[in-house]
């Protein structure tokens, strides 16, 4: 996502490119570091440094010759460039609607009547949809609340505030979080390469936030120094008989 939003944005001009200017270069080199930590973070492990008490499971899913791993790939690209649009979407809707838990509640409405549909036709069988009052009930209740309704406002109220670039430069940080957590609750191993590539994403946020906040400094002051659009457009005194 962190890819494609920058691409999306600039075609539809709500971000500006200079190449002389150091607030673009670095809003530019952070989104580059943090997509080469998200693939070192993914890809690579080196040492173990923490060895977990569970089975390691190898990570040879490259290898696998079933075409759903295509498949998966290809949806997960479709999904990204949708929610990209979907963030720029949200720009313009909060400036006329700056209601964030209004728009996430019809947004979240249009999503499950969507998914009951594709999920009535994917699995027609009821008994399939028996769901007792055990782990995965509880799974599906907290994802949907915390992960989906809530994660959903919290994102745009940060688009309200300071827009998309924040919340999509924040988004490589997610595979930092899941790394973390599924070494403290599911005893995961925790190597090298997670260090590194945590190190690699922390970095290019910083550049990509430090260069957004120069680029806003810059707009301010240039504001300032600009003369008023009211007294430059205000017509002269003209003299009239009486």
């Known amino acids: 996502m962190i890819t494609l939003f920058p691409l999306i944005s600039l075609q539809l001009r709500m971000e ?8 673009s270069n670095a809003k530019v080199m952070g989104s580059i570091i943090s997509i080469v930590g998200a693939f070192v973070l993914t890809f690579y ?3 173990s ?3 977990s008490s569970l089975l390691d499971q190898p990570n040879d899913f490259l290898k696998s010759v079933d075409s759903s791993w295509a498949i998966a790939g290809i949806l997960l690209i479709v999904d990204y460039f949708l929610v990209s649009l979907w963030y720029i979407l949200q720009v313009h809707i909060l400036k006329e609607f700056p209601d964030e838990v209004t728009l996430v509640l019809l947004y979240s409405t249009t999503a499950i009547i969507i998914s009951i549909v594709v999920a009535l036709l994917s699995v027609p069988n009821a008994s399939d949809w028996k769901i007792g009052l055990n782990l995965s009930l509880i799974s599906i209740l907290s994802s949907g609340i915390f992960g989906k309704f809530i994660g959903n406002i919290v994102s745009a109220w940060s688009i309200h505030l300071k827009g998309a670039v924040y919340v999509t430069s924040f988004k490589p940080l997610q ?3 899941s790394v973390a957590l599924g070494v403290i609750f599911l005893g995961d191993s925790l ?8 190190t690699i994403i922390s970095i290019g946020l910083y550049g990509v936030l430090w ?3 120069t680029e806003e ?3 301010d002051i240039g504001s300032l120094e600009s003369p008023s659009t009211e007294n430059a457009h ?7 008989r009486t």
């Open 175 to 177: 595979i930092v979080i």
């Open 211 to 213: 260069g957004k906040a």
């Open 191 to 198: 190597y090298v390469g997670s260090i590194i590539g945590a």
């Open 234 to 240: 205000a017509p002269l005194l003209q003299n009239y």
């Open 217 to 219: 400094i810059e707009e």
């Open 45 to 47: 492990n080196g040492p």
């Open 49 to 51: 440094i923490w060895n």
């Open 16 to 23: 500006k490119l200079v190449i002389k200017s150091r607030s």
